[in-house]
């Protein structure tokens, strides 16, 4: 009996190895990687799928009674907390229910814990949270200077979780993102330093070192992962993108990354293909001898795909991305909000073909909603009721210090809030500024659109005209220009230019980088007034009273944009992975920057 089981098992084994062997070849083909590699990111993305299914099926629960979870959420921060300084202060011990911290504790903004946060940043323990944080995060800067905020492991495992479920939407949506493919990931790790107590500094963002057993899923070796200056990290994820002609994802934080690296690639092809066929790190990037060794040692000569990447460049880079890489599969990057623009080129240009999905809603502050629906065109979020407790003010209330907030269940269709956040990391009732839509619900939890950002509207009179206003003028506008595609652009209130504006009347500035054209008629120019007085009845009646002036639009030089990205991120200290662009310029030192980049 015993020779008998044996052998069956014996034969159980091999038809299992012959299963999982068919299944690997099945899901790579045209792969040219050792066996070991196939197998290793097969096993993992086995793992992950089961993984965010469960954490799927937890995300559900949780909407299916978003009042309790949201009071359990809630009862966890503040009873976590309640025997800090903060806690003591704001008698967390007393609170029971939604109510009674809303009672209890006021709205706030961030100068509200500045100094709680320099103080746990010079190492006091038990201020604003009872753990030590694991990070010291900067934000973008997007509203004007960045801010320090603190993380928590509760932080970064709850974008774990977003993320998870956003990979089970993704293999849902796209089935072929199942193959053994490699992904190209754009990631630039930051300038980390120290805070007096020890406590790391920076960006609040996943690095793909904090996980080893995913690097086999990327392009780029891991001694690419740790150059630190963004032309020379660039140039690398290209060279080894352009290597696999089997790529399958383009991975980065926002579409902007994307675009720039498509653009910087339209500028290097030469050099990367060169590099390509004789099998080399160039000689004159600027990296340490050992990330080259390391590098090189990843490399052989490679004429015949360099010879094909030559000729399809040669082309033009009219949907360069499905002729370089064929069996490419998506793109995973945000592209809503400031991003829009920047998703917007690549579909039409340079991915064309090719599907963006948009994966989560997400801050410095934390987690705040994922894309079930990676297939519509819309970008839609589901809020995440385990990641924060949620408090919405009616945006006709924003105007006012303490406005009375709805809570998760609540809100209603159709309607625009600002977002309050209670989260892991010491924020109570935290006006983040951003305005939302609650565009419809799943189960019982909202789905949101983000609208704008409070600190990103045009403002010289009360007209209020936000972001999402002026971007969607802005293309009316240019779509009445013949010949002009539009590449970036910024604005800034006259205000900030000072008393040699050129005009007594307050106006906007709207710097443009186009191509198609060199320079624009004055009439083609005053196109963008006469959209914005069509699209904003109010901005029309202070132009006609003569209280606001017309717009001004400024062509800048090309690459303006990459640059003043650059200067941003220099003068913010915060990483090209997070950046964003100001579309309402606040700071001086950067208005100052583009107005040194105008053509015309």
């Known amino acids: 009996m015993l020779l008998i089981a044996t052998f069956i098992f014996g034969i159980l084994s091999l038809w299992m190895l012959v299963w999982l062997w068919r299944d690997i070849r099945n899901r790579s083909p045209g792969q040219k990687r050792p066996f070991f590699s196939l197998l290793n990111q097969y096993l993992t993305l086995r793992a992950e799928s089961v993984l965010s299914l469960l954490q799927r099926r937890r995300l559900e629960l949780s909407t299916k009674n978003i009042q309790q979870v949201q009071h359990d959420t809630l009862l966890c921060r503040i009873l976590r907390n309640r025997n800090t300084e903060y806690g003591k202060l704001y008698r967390f011990s007393e609170i029971t229910d939604r109510e009674t911290f809303c009672s209890l504790h006021p ?26 944080p694991s990070v010291l995060s900067m934000t973008s800067g997007i509203s004007g200077s960045s801010a320090m905020l603190l993380s928590t492991r509760t932080t970064a495992n709850d974008f ?30 930051p300038n980390w330093i120290n805070s007096e107590s020890g406590i790391p500094v920076g960006p609040n963002c996943l690095s793909p070192m904090t996980s080893k057993r995913k690097l086999n899923m990327y392009s780029t070796p ?19 993108a352009l290597k696999d002609r089997t790529l399958g994802m383009l991975e980065a934080s926002f579409a902007s990354i994307v675009y720039h690296s498509f653009a910087f690639l339209q500028s290097k092809w030469e050099q990367l293909i060169e590099d390509i066929r004789l099998g080399r790190i160039n000689p004159e990037l600027n990296i340490t001898d050992d990330v080259r060794l390391k590098l090189s040692s990843q490399l052989k000569p490679d004429p015949r795909r360099a010879t094909e990447l030559a000729a399809e460049f040669g082309c033009g880079f009219d949907g360069i991305a499905h002729r370089v890489w064929p069996h490419l599969n998506l793109v995973l990057a945000v592209d809503s909000g400031s991003n829009e623009l920047y998703g917007s080129h690549l579909k039409q240009f340079y991915c064309e073909g090719v599907p963006i999905y948009s994966p989560v809603y997400a801050a410095t502050e934390g987690l705040i909603g994922v894309n079930l629906w990676p297939e519509k065109e819309q970008r839609h979020y589901l809020l995440c009721p385990q990641s924060m407790f949620f408090e919405f003010i009616p945006a006709d209330c924003c105007n006012e210090e303490q406005p009375q907030t709805l809570f998760m269940d609540e809100v209603k269709e159709s309607e625009l809030y600002e977002l309050v956040v209670t989260n892991a990391s010491g924020l109570y009732r935290y006006r983040m500024g951003d305005i939302i839509k609650v565009v419809s619900f799943h189960n019982q939890c909202p789905v949101v659109e983000f609208k704008y950002r409070q600190g990103q509207m045009l403002n010289v009179r009360g007209e209020k005209i936000t972001e999402a206003t ?14 002009v595609v539009l590449l970036d652009y910024c604005c800034v209130e006259s205000g900030l230019l000072g008393p040699f504006c050129g005009s007594s009347d307050p106006h906007y500035e709207v710097f443009v980088e186009i191509k198609g054209v060199r320079n624009l008629s004055e009439d083609q120019r005053y196109k963008l007034d006469q959209c914005l007085q069509e699209d904003s ?12 002036g017309p717009v001004r639009v400024h062509i800048v030089a090309p690459g303006s944009f990459k640059e003043l990205m650059n200067f941003i991120i220099a003068n913010l200290g915060t990483s090209h992975s997070q950046f964003k662009m100001h579309r309402v310029i606040r700071n001086k030192e950067f208005l100052d920057f583009i107005q040194r980049k105008v053509i015309s």
Request: aromatic share 18%.
């Open 160 to 189: 774990h979780q977003g993320f998870g479920v956003c990979f089970h939407s993704m293999l849902n949506v796209y089935p072929e993102t199942r193959n053994l493919q490699r992904t190209a990931k754009f990631f630039y790790p």
């Open 537 to 548: 009845v109010l901005y029309q009646s202070f132009r006609r009273k003569g209280s606001i």
């Open 222 to 240: 891991a001694a690419g992962f740790e150059i630190t200056t963004e032309p020379e990290a660039l140039y690398v994820h290209l060279l080894f």
């Open 470 to 483: 002026f971007y969607q003028t802005l293309l009316r506008a240019v779509r009445q220009w013949p010949g």
């Open 107 to 132: 709205l706030t903004r961030y100068d509200h814990y500045k100094d709680y946060i320099w103080r746990v940043a010079k190492g006091e323990q038990n201020v604003l949270i009872s753990e030590r």
